[in-house]
């Protein structure tokens, strides 16, 4: 079990009265939360234990908090901006940027949106076999929801974002898919949804697999459902969410069974500047400085430039030019410490990361002659919205682009995008992208 870790959000002032205050470590995939009052300050690990840890020192002045706590070798350095208090934590040679919001309670998982039975709509298991492109045995498995009464009904299958996900698309206890499928069948539209290569019940080599290779898992599974007396062959599209609306284009290009598209947080830039755009939006997001995110741009334009052939020893090169100067601290603080040059070496060495940096959606999306649904929240950090919607719209003209206000990558409300609110975020999906969504196909 990963060793206890206490955080705590304070707002730089003297408290009051007592308050809850929650966040979350997506290095370890902790939720913490804190309990202050005017003389102490109590912290949890909810999803570990009910049982408090208190802080063993912290100081708070001219609005900069410092805390450690010595049990589990833990120091923090935080800034308030706005109401959010950004800064880092570590921990041994672990260290990490962070953010705390204002809670009412201590944490717990509440997921209101999850549908509960009874459900006034039918499921049914849908299985394909094939062998893909590099000579590999696939095995995919989804299920299929549909109203009870009626049809054949227009039907959308969903195609999920990058790293290997169920078919609800689950991510700390959200379960996206389930809630848009639930969602399309109340208002007369089936939906496919299927679990990825190697999780739940499909079976597949990862090794190789790349963007590509996806496409051809979602393609299989479009073809699954044909003959299928629930789905409507007029009515058939494909939709996907962030990696999966790259997919979904790039089958209905080529597949004419295709009527319609969706893209959810949906790449319209080329790999590498979606990564380059997600790394600033979501250092600044955090606060750091101007000077800062400067430099880690500017490395990280090179590292991504650099060839799978690369070594561990190219990579520290260029992290050691562009930090020179630089204190620890801040070489730290931009992502750049200790094992940061093996680390990037395998991440950006991979095949997966190597196609998606080359990935360009102008080799198949003027192709995609189909309706076209875009959209993404306009406080999207991993797909920022506007270059991406805008380059949707230029190659692919007849794309209906929407920017959707205050919504994040998994289009919830939110206060500022970060990946750090997705776990403490109760709304799994906002209904506006989810109408959005049946108004799109119900009017085709």
Not at 160 to 168: A, E, L, M, T, V
Not at 200 to 224: N, Q, V, Y
Request: aromatic fraction near 8%; glycine fraction near 8%; hydrophobic fraction near 35%.
């Amino acid at each position: 079990m990963k060793r206890l870790l206490c955080i705590i959000f304070l707002c730089l002032g003297l408290t009051t009265q007592a308050q809850w205050y929650n966040a979350t470590s997506q290095k370890t995939g902790l939720v913490l939360s804190l309990h202050l009052t005017d003389s102490a300050a109590s912290l949890y690990s909810p999803l570990q234990s009910s049982s408090a840890i208190p802080v063993s020192k912290w100081t708070c002045e001219n609005g900069r908090l410092t805390l450690e706590c010595k049990s589990i070798g833990l120091k923090m350095d935080l800034t308030q901006h706005d109401s959010i208090l950004s800064g880092y934590w570590k921990q041994g040679f672990l260290k990490e940027d962070i953010s705390f919001f204002p809670a009412d309670t201590m944490f717990s998982l509440q997921r209101p949106q999850t549908p509960q039975p009874p459900f006034p709509y039918d499921e049914e298991t849908v299985k394909t076999e094939y062998t893909d492109s590099q000579g590999n045995k696939v095995h995919l498995e989804g299920t299929l929801t549909y109203p009870r009464t009626g049809g054949p009904f227009p039907t959308l299958v969903l195609v999920s974002g990058s790293g290997q996900q169920n078919r609800d698309e689950e991510l700390f206890q959200h379960r996206p898919f389930l809630v848009l499928a639930d969602y399309l069948a109340h208002r007369g539209i089936a939906v496919l949804r299927y679990d990825d290569r190697e999780v739940g019940a499909s079976t597949g080599p990862l090794d190789s697999a790349d963007t590509p290779l996806f496409a051809e898992d979602a393609e299989a599974m479009l073809r699954a459902l044909k003959g299928n007396p629930h789905v409507d062959p007029a009515r058939l599209g494909i939709g996907g969410h962030s990696e999966g609306g790259a997919i979904a284009p790039m089958v209905a290009a080529r597949n004419k069974e295709v009527k319609y598209v969706v893209m959810l947080a949906g790449q319209g830039c080329t790999g590498f500047d979606v990564l380059l755009q997600q790394n600033e939006a979501i250092y600044r997001t955090a606060g750091m400085s101007n000077r800062l995110l400067s430099v880690r741009m500017d490395c990280m334009r090179e590292l991504f430039a650099m060839p799978a052939s690369s070594t561990q020893k190219d990579y520290k090169a260029v992290i050691d030019r562009h930090t020179a100067g630089l204190s620890k601290d801040d070489i730290d603080s931009i992502g750049f410490g200790r094992g940061s040059a093996a680390a990037l070496k395998q991440q950006l060495g991979s095949r997966w990361m190597q196609t998606f940096l080359a990935l360009d959606p102008a080799a198949y999306l003027p192709q995609v002659k189909v309706p076209v649904l875009a959209l993404n929240g306009s406080k999207d950090c991993q797909v920022v919205c506007t270059p991406n919607l805008q380059r949707i719209k230029q190659l692919c003209p007849q794309a209906d682009c929407r920017e959707l206000p205050n919504l994040n990558h998994l289009f919830q409300h939110c206060t500022t995008g970060s990946t750090s609110e997705y776990l403490l975020i109760e709304e799994t999906m906002a209904e506006e992208a989810m109408q959005a969504i049946v108004d799109f196909i119900l009017h085709l």
